[in-house]
């Protein structure tokens, strides 16, 4: 059985910094294209980060150069580091992992960890 488990999230203030811990069970992650989406209050869920089964990622424009995706296939686990997190960060982020496109039918999700940013 497939399972992606999410930790880390928290409620902090804005410019602090959090990191999301994606751990999985079932399938080898080294194998997937990983990826961290969030979806706040009213909103569609939208892509973060993903990070390729050889580590190539990339980011939404809103978070280059705050947030980094990574990947310990040893500890089978994926991490979203998030730093000068801003109040429009607040969201439920999920991890997702995929052999084929990110946010497709044909991805195992998480079940969400709550970053809340106040002002």
């Known amino acids: 059985q497939v399972q992606l488990a999410e930790s880390g999230g928290g409620l902090v203030q804005a410019g602090d910094s959090l990191r999301l811990s994606c751990a999985a069970s079932?399938?080898?992650?080294?194998?997937?294209?990983m990826g961290w989406f969030r979806q706040a209050p009213g909103k569609q869920r939208e892509l973060v980060a993903g990070?390729?089964?050889?580590?190539?990622?990339n980011y939404a424009d809103y978070v280059k150069g705050r947030f980094t995706i990574s990947r310990d296939n040893a500890k089978n686990t994926v991490y979203l580091q998030m730093n000068s997190l801003k109040p429009e960060d607040t969201a439920v982020y999920y991890c997702?992992?995929?052999?084929?496109?990110?946010?497709?039918?044909?991805?195992?999700w998480g079940q969400g960890t709550q970053v809340t940013v106040s002002s």
């Open positions: 997702a992992a995929t052999r084929a496109i990110l946010g497709s039918d044909d991805n195992y």
């Open positions: 079932g399938l080898p992650l080294n194998r997937y294209l």
């Open positions: 990070i390729s089964s050889i580590g190539s990622t």
